[in-house]
C-alpha cells in the first residue's frame, strides 16, 4: 500500500493514496495512486481500515448515476488522524464510521431527518462542491461524502460518527448504510408496537438486519421470505419465526395462516415489483409496508391495493435514522449479543475487491467487507 505522502499542491497540500477507482460506467474497479486534499475546517483525515461493499455501490457503478471517473465507497470504518480547526464531535485517534452527508440546515437535517436532507442526491450522488480527488491531473468525484473504497478518506464533520475503541472497527463499516437502514427502518421508522407482525422481504444484509431489529422491537411474529433456502436458514438464526421461500409457496397465503389476517408491518428490500406488491397483500387492514428497495417504474392500484384497506406505504432512506445517535445504539446491541450482524460478514483484501462484488452479486456474500491492510 502506498503510505500517505503530502506535498504541496495547486489550491493546497495534497497526499498520496490508494483508492479503487471506477473510470466508466460498469467497468470493473482499478487500485491505483490517488491525490487527496487536506481536510478543511469541518472536516476529518480518516486511515480507513475496512469498507462494507453495498448495493449502492454497484449501481452506481453501473448505472450510470454518477460523474466517472469515481471513488466509490461509503460503508468505511477508520481512525482519525487529523481534524479541522472547526470540528468538535472527534479528534486525532478516534475510531469512526463514515456514514451520508447531509446539508444540515435545511427542515428535515433541522428536524432530525438528514436521510431526506433536500440536497441529499447533489451531495452524495453529484460530489457538489466537494472537490477532493485527482488522478493524473484529472478530478476524480467523491462518493456520499468519503470515496471509503481507498486507504484514506477526508470527510465532512457530519459523515463521521465515533464509535467505542474496544469493539473490532473492520466489523463497523456497514452501519454507517445496509445495516444502519434495514434495523433503522424497523426501529427508526416504522417503531412496531411490542406484539406486533412484520415480515421482511429480501434476506440480504438490509433485510437480516431488519430482522434482527424486529427481535429488538418486541414483535409477536417476525416472518422472512426470500428464494435463497442459505439466506432463509440464517434469518431463522437471527430470530425468524417463519421463513417462506418465495419460489416456493404462495407468500400471501402462508403470511395469513401464520398471522390471520396479515402483518402489522412490511418492509420490501428487493425492489422487485411482484413482491411489493405481495407486500401490500399480505398487510392487513390500516398496516404499513416501508419500501427500501430501489423499485423500477410500476403501478399499484391506489384504491383496491391501499385506500380501501387504510393501508400505508412508506419510502425510507438510510432507516430515517440520526447517524450519530443511532450507529452507537447498533454496537451496544451488539455488544449485548442482541444484533448479531458479524454473521453477514465476509473480509476481502483490498486487492480483491472485484472479487467482493461479484460475490455480492452472486449472493455467495451477504455483507463483503474490504479490509485496506
Known sequence: MVRKAIEEHEGGAHMKIEAAVTHGQGEEFKIGEVELAEPRSNEVLVRVVATGVCHTDAVARDNGIVPYPIVLGHEGAGIVEQAGENV??????????????????????????????????????????????????????????????????????????????????????????????????????????????????????VGLSAVMAAKIAGCRTVIAVDVHESRLELARELGADYALNGAEVDVVEEIGKATGAGTHYAVETTGVPAVVHQSLAALRPLGTVAIVGITPEMTVDMFGEIMAEGKTVTGVIEGDTVPQLFIPELVEYYRQGRFPFDKLVKYYDFEDINQAFEDSRTGKTIKPVVKMR
Open 88 to 205: 468538535k464531535a472527534v479528534g486525532p485517534g478516534d475510531h469512526v464510521v463514515l456514514s451520508y452527508s447531509s446539508c444540515g440546515h435545511c427542515e428535515n437535517c433541522l428536524s432530525a431527518h438528514p436521510s431526506t436532507c433536500e440536497k441529499m442526491n447533489d451531495l452524495n450522488f453529484g460530489s457538489q462542491g466537494i472537490e477532493r480527488l485527482e488522478q493524473d491531473g484529472r478530478p476524480v468525484a467523491t462518493f456520499f461524502g468519503q470515496s471509503s473504497f481507498a486507504t484514506y478518506a477526508v470527510a465532512d464533520e457530519r459523515n463521521v460518527v465515533k464509535v467505542p475503541d474496544d469493539v473490532e472497527l473492520e466489523l463497523l463499516g456497514p452501519l454507517g448504510c445496509g445495516i444502519q437502514t434495514g434495523s433503522g427502518t424497523v426501529l427508526a421508522c416504522l417503531k412496531p408496537a411490542f406484539g406486533s407482525t412484520i415480515v421482511v422481504y429480501g434476506c440480504g444484509a
